[in-house]
Nanobody, 127 residues
Framework: QVHIVESGGGLVQPGGSLRLSCAAS????????IGWFRQAPGKEREGISG????????YYADSVKGRFTISRDNAKNTVYLQMNSLKPEDTAVYYC????????????????????WGQGTQVTVSS
């Protein structure tokens, strides 16, 4: 059974950092395209980052470019989202998504491209 769990969220002050983890059980993340999405209260879900199975290609939304970094650790079957210089507008529930359709260099950036989703982890940026 495919299961994804996000962790690493919490409360952080503006300018601070967090590292989110996306861990998988029941399948090997290395073979799946991964995306990170977030949803703030009253707003639509936003795709903020993605990484291809090859790891050669990544995607960042303009809102996080230069501050967030996505990476894979295949030995740990985990994908990370390093978030630096956090701003209050980064406050949201963050979701990890996976899909095996997009193998190779393709980076899937739309929610409808993903079949498997975690339950989300809350990130709150506030002083």
């Amino acid at each position: 059974q495919v299961h994804i769990v996000e962790s690493g969220g919490g409360l952080v002050q503006p300018g601070g950092s967090l590292r989110l983890s996306c861990a998988a059980s029941g399948f090997t993340l290395e073979n799946y395209a991964i995306g990170w999405f977030r949803q703030a209260p009253g707003k639509e879900r936003e795709g903020i980052s993605g990484i291809s199975t090859s790891t050669r290609n990544t995607y960042y939304a303009d809102s996080v470019k230069g501050r967030f970094t996505i990476s894979r650790d295949n030995a740990k079957n985990t994908v990370y989202l390093q978030m630096n210089s956090l701003k209050p507008e980064d406050t949201a529930v963050y979701y990890c998504a996976a899909d095996r359709t997009w193998y190779g260099d393709y980076v899937a950036i739309h929610a409808e491209e993903y079949d498997y989703w975690g339950q989300g982890t809350q990130v709150t940026v506030s002083s």
